[in-house]
């Protein structure tokens, strides 16, 4: 059983004391990636053996390329000099007695119902509250809009985090797997989320009657798979925020002519050794 204690007092810790710091990649010209030099790629040995999405976003972003060669500051194509301390932080707000007790019953309940349905890969306390909480979190500066849906939701990573941080937002969680629903409908129940709703679809059939403002995706498919198979969800003046391990170069090249890759964002989240990247892309109307 984790300790529901222990948990706050590393959410406290983190939330209180620690930030996200950003690194922007400048936009590839013509949904083209630059040149390898400039993003040195990993080496090419991955673990994707067991097929598991979310195991290789995990594992797979452990193999990092030289970062001393990525400047923390860059010229984006509008030619104006970004700079990350200007961004927004990603915990700002997020520290309330509530919200970090409610995100530790989360995570006590997560760690609890994987004990028999293997919901995650991760089941120390202190790596739950780095790769499932920070991580998730680290992308609350992108979402825009009042309708989000988290496509691929699995054990509610990042949904659930997000939902409970801005509870202003309606979120919908939609996986196809029953299991996977069935915990997030307990998660739902338990935390007393008002703001999220649970849906067990696939996503290819899933018809809502409303569009949405935004469409967050983690450990689901390369970015052309889930440009195909969540376009009908997004509304025209909507987003895509997808998060990857690696910088996903290849992918980018791969975009459809349709949709505008707006920015990519490199993260760098406490204590997670690992390499953490955000893109933000929008349909081209």
Known sequence: MANKERLMSLLTHYLLDTNISFSRHPL??????????RHPLPPSRHPRES???ELIYLLDSRFRGNDESLDSRF????????????????YAGMTTEETIEKLADFLVLLLKWNEKF????????????????????????FIT?????????GAGLPGIPLAIVQPNKQFV??????KRTQFLLQAKAALQLENVSIVNERVEAYKPDTCFD???????????????????????????VAMKGIYPEKELSEIPSNFKVQQIEELKIPDLN????????????
Request: hydrophobic letters at 35%; one cysteine or more; proline letters at 10%.
């Open 28 to 37: 590839p010209p013509s949904r083209h990636p630059l040149p390898p030099s």
């Open 51 to 53: 097929g598991d999405p």
């Open 118 to 141: 293997n919901l995650t890969a991760i089941i120390d306390e202190k790596d739950a509250v780095i790769s499932h909480i920070l991580d998730s979190l680290s992308i609350a500066p």
């Open 214 to 240: 935004c469409v967050i995706t983690r450990a689901f498919a390369s970015l052309r798979e889930m440009l195909n198979k969540t376009h009908h969800l997004c509304c025209k003046q909507g987003s895509f």
């Open 75 to 90: 010229r984006g194509n509008d030619g104006e000099t970004y700079n990350p301390e200007n961004c927004p932080p990603a």
């Open 145 to 153: 809009g009042n309708r989000v849906i988290d496509v691929g939701s």
């Open 173 to 178: 969680l939609l996986d196809s797997r029953a």
């Open 274 to 285: 690992a390499s953490r990247h955000v893109a933000v892309i929008h349909p081209v109307s």
